[in-house]
């Protein structure tokens, strides 16, 4: 369906070069793999990660609960399962952040103006940031709660 609406485009094209098919003017072409690139995508990413942290409060939050979860871990030396879950959980969080940061950047970058849709979106990307927390903070609590007793009842 959507070749019809590039056909005229296409023609044009092969006009200029006619010796190309119209899957070589159609398809991107695909770049060999390269280490170099893949070195500077994970920069990309990085400076995603240093925007984030300067421009968000609620990351300093979620890096110092973190922090405590890391150090706790390391005190109550926790089991492979348990921690497993907790990356798990601790990564979805700061999944969440980051895409409810997107979102919300992507949309103050389109549009300016106040309206009860973007309102909307924006509560909703920010409720998966909640939802995410929540049950890290759940499973933190199942693990480390009985760890914590034991600890107390010792003194």
């Given at each position: 369906?959507?070749?019809?609406?590039?056909?005229?485009l296409l023609k044009n094209d092969m006009k200029m070069?006619?010796?190309?098919?119209?899957?070589?003017i159609m398809l991107p072409k695909i770049k060999p793999?390269?280490?170099?690139?893949?070195?500077?995508?994970?920069?990309?990413?990085?400076?995603?990660?240093?925007?984030?942290?300067?421009?968000?409060?609620?990351a300093w939050i979620h890096l110092g609960a973190t922090?405590?979860?890391?150090?706790?871990?390391?005190?109550?030396?926790?089991?492979?399962?348990?921690?497993?879950?907790?990356?798990?959980?601790?990564?979805?969080?700061?999944?969440?952040?980051?895409?409810?940061?997107?979102?919300?950047?992507?949309?103050?970058?389109?549009?300016?103006?106040?309206?009860?849709?973007?309102?909307?979106?924006?509560?909703?990307?920010?409720?998966?940031?909640?939802?995410?927390?929540?049950?890290?903070?759940?499973?933190?609590?199942?693990?480390?709660?009985?760890?914590?007793?034991?600890?107390?009842?010792?003194?």
């Open positions: 369906m959507l070749r019809h609406h590039f056909l005229p070069n006619p010796l190309k098919s119209i899957e070589q793999f390269s280490w170099k690139s893949r070195f500077k995508s994970s920069l990309y990413a990085w400076s995603g990660l240093k925007a984030l942290m300067r421009t968000e409060h609620n922090i405590a979860v890391v150090l706790l871990s390391i005190e109550f030396s926790i089991s492979s399962t348990e921690a497993i879950a907790l990356i798990i959980v601790a990564a979805l969080v700061w999944m969440g952040e980051l895409f409810n940061t997107a979102i919300e950047k992507s949309i103050d970058f389109v549009s300016t103006g106040i309206h009860p849709q973007i309102k909307t979106i924006k509560d909703l990307s920010a409720a998966a940031v909640l939802i995410a927390a929540i049950a890290a903070v759940l499973v933190g609590l199942i693990i480390f709660i009985p760890k914590i007793l034991i600890y107390v009842q010792k003194f």
